[in-house]
């Protein structure tokens, strides 16, 4: 049996702004918000045992390994199933994450809906980060860790798109623009690829 969810990944560099798009996507479409990099700095502020192994990891702007993602997200998503949908923002952030949210979808008789990417240059993303740096104090959000972040970005999750360009889902959309235009070309783009009925004036 299929079940009709929409279920969305967010996609795009370090800054790109999906935390931001994010928080009014799962308002206006009702979906079940999942973060890996929120769950993360969850565990490391409750000092749980899986968030004192990611911290080494994060605070030196590497990705953590696939295991301990599916550790994490794994329950999580067989929860969520009966939901209207799921956004994933941060994940799948390499093919082999991508390939297993496919299989861990599939088994549960629905599918991702798209990956959506959003496009921002470079030097407003080292820009934004920097910003957000002095408002969050993220302890990953130094000059040397942004950079190595944006590494991390090319050589492993840029690959993601290209899996799931070959499975005709990969959509783009312009990030560069004010908060409230960027959201006008998301939801045109979601609802391009899914009908749904409008259920707020955003
Ligand atoms: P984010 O808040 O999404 O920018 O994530 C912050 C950090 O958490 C990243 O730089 C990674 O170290 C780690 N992280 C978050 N999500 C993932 C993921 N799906 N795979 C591997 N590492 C992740």
């Known amino acids: 049996m299929s079940i009709n969810m929409l279920n969305i990944a967010l996609f795009g560099p370090p800054g ?60 999580r998503i067989s929860k969520c199933l009966r939901n209207k949908g799921m956004l994933f923002d941060g994940f799948p952030r390499t093919v082999v994450q991508a390939e297993g949210l496919e299989k861990l979808l599939s088994q549960k008789g629905t599918s991702l809906t798209c990956m959506l990417s959003l496009e921002v240059p470079q030097e407003e993303l080292i820009k934004r980060m920097l910003e957000r740096s002095k408002l969050e104090g993220r302890s990953d959000d130094t000059p040397d860790v942004i950079n190595f972040r944006m590494q991390e970005y ?38 391009s690829v899914y009908p749904v009925e409008s259920s707020s004036g955003l």
């Open 154 to 191: 090319k050589n492993k999750t840029a690959p993601v798109a290209c899996f799931y360009k070959s499975l005709g889902k990969y959509h783009t959309v312009d990030g560069f623009g004010t908060i409230s235009e960027v959201f006008g070309r998301v939801t045109r783009l979601i609802e």
């Open 16 to 75: 790109a702004g999906k935390g931001t798009q994010s928080k009014l996507l799962q308002e206006k479409y009702q979906l079940t918000y999942l973060s890996t990099g929120e769950i993360l700095r969850k565990e490391i502020a409750e000092k749980t045992e899986l968030g004192m192994a990611a911290k080494k990891i994060i605070d030196r702007g590497e990705l953590v390994s696939d295991e301990l993602i599916f550790e994490i997200v794994g329950k």
